[in-house]
């Protein structure tokens, strides 16, 4: 689910990358518990209390470095980063420490925009899995990245569903078959918060990483919530390649739930307008 929109944003950036260079900072990754143990009651409580965790933000509006790493690249861009979780969402990318907004990127409903502005380019098309696969040319979706972004990503397994469970030093990993996908839920059982998800596909190969770290304290429907401040994405190239993309958004500044936020996307009247429905590739892959 998570590679096209990845790969969307990839390219988005893709249009400004000779405008700005910056080595990637990974955050530092913890190893996945390994010790086995019971689901006891306490630890089928944390898990309910992270989950519970996740409605409490809706929405948001902040700024955020954005650094990529490709098999062939590796660069960083400002992005301005709104999302209603759920709805809809919208990306503006700026070029380098001149700020200039170089490419839009909006999701709606139905509807997928990425307004290239260096290029004067607009491509348009549906908000579908087939648009998406055109960028990257694998299944995915992107709704697991908004949710990331949002900083407390919607956990919808139930707690009575977990197939095993680990523990490690201040971690705990809630593991969850099903024939499809196994996702491993990792939680610090001290500051009850989600620290790592990870996502593997049926022969058991890792495709999909999440890391949550920074985490500091907001005031949300009157308590207290850590939301993690860097969030890093790591995708599997397969095959024993290694990390195909990974991405790391470090957040300057953002506001929860704003009261008036209104994410509108005004289509370019003189941009050249390309269709996403009908071609193959984005012109700058």
């Given at each position: 689910m998570m590679k096209r929109v990845v790969a969307v944003l990839l390219a988005l950036c893709v249009v400004s990358l000779q405008y700005g260079c910056a080595d990637l900072?990974?955050?530092?990754?913890?190893?996945?518990?390994?010790?086995?143990?019971?689901?006891?009651?306490?630890?089928?409580?944390?898990?309910?209390?992270?989950?519970?965790?996740?409605?409490?933000?809706?929405?948001?509006?902040?700024?955020?470095?954005?650094?990529?790493?490709?098999?062939?690249?590796?660069?960083?861009?400002?992005?301005?980063?709104?999302?209603?979780?759920?709805?809809?969402?919208r990306m503006i990318v700026s070029a380098g420490l001149l700020g200039w907004p170089v490419a839009d990127l909006y999701f709606g409903k139905d509807s997928l925009y990425v307004h290239d502005m260096m290029g004067n380019r607009l491509l348009a098309g549906r908000n579908s899995e087939e648009n998406l696969e055109k960028i990257l040319g694998v299944p995915s979706g992107y709704r697991l990245l908004s949710e990331s972004l949002l900083?407390?990503?919607?956990?919808?397994?139930?707690?009575e569903s977990v197939s095993s469970v680990k523990k490690?030093?201040?971690?705990?990993?809630?593991?969850f078959d099903n024939p499809r996908v196994r996702k491993e839920v990792v939680i610090d059982p001290e500051n009850r918060t989600l620290t790592a998800l990870?996502?593997?596909?049926?022969?058991?190969?890792?495709?999909?990483?999440?890391?949550?770290?920074?985490?500091?304290?907001?005031?949300?429907?009157?308590?207290?919530?850590?939301?993690p401040r860097q969030i890093e994405m790591v995708l599997s190239a397969g095959n024993g390649a290694g990390d195909a993309y990974r991405l790391l958004i470090d957040y300057d500044k953002r506001t929860f739930n704003p009261e008036?936020?209104?994410?509108?996307?005004?289509?370019?009247?003189?941009?050249?307008?390309?269709?996403?429905?009908?071609?193959?590739?984005?012109?700058?892959?």
């Open positions: 900072d990974t955050v530092t990754r913890d190893e996945r518990p390994g010790t086995p143990s019971e689901l006891t009651r306490e630890l089928a409580d944390l898990y309910r209390e992270v989950a519970e965790a996740s409605p409490v933000v809706r929405s948001l509006d902040g700024y955020a470095d954005v650094t990529i790493r490709t098999p062939k690249k590796k660069e960083r861009v400002y992005c301005n980063i709104q999302l209603m979780r759920h709805r809809e969402s900083g407390l990503v919607n956990l919808e397994e139930r707690v490690g030093p201040g971690r705990v990993m809630y593991v990870f996502v593997r596909n049926t022969p058991g190969e890792l495709t999909t990483a999440i890391y949550f770290r920074d985490f500091q304290p907001y005031l949300l429907d009157n308590r207290t919530t850590l939301i008036k936020l209104s994410i509108r996307f005004v289509r370019p009247k003189k941009a050249r307008v390309i269709s996403l429905d009908e071609m193959g590739s984005l012109p700058w892959m």
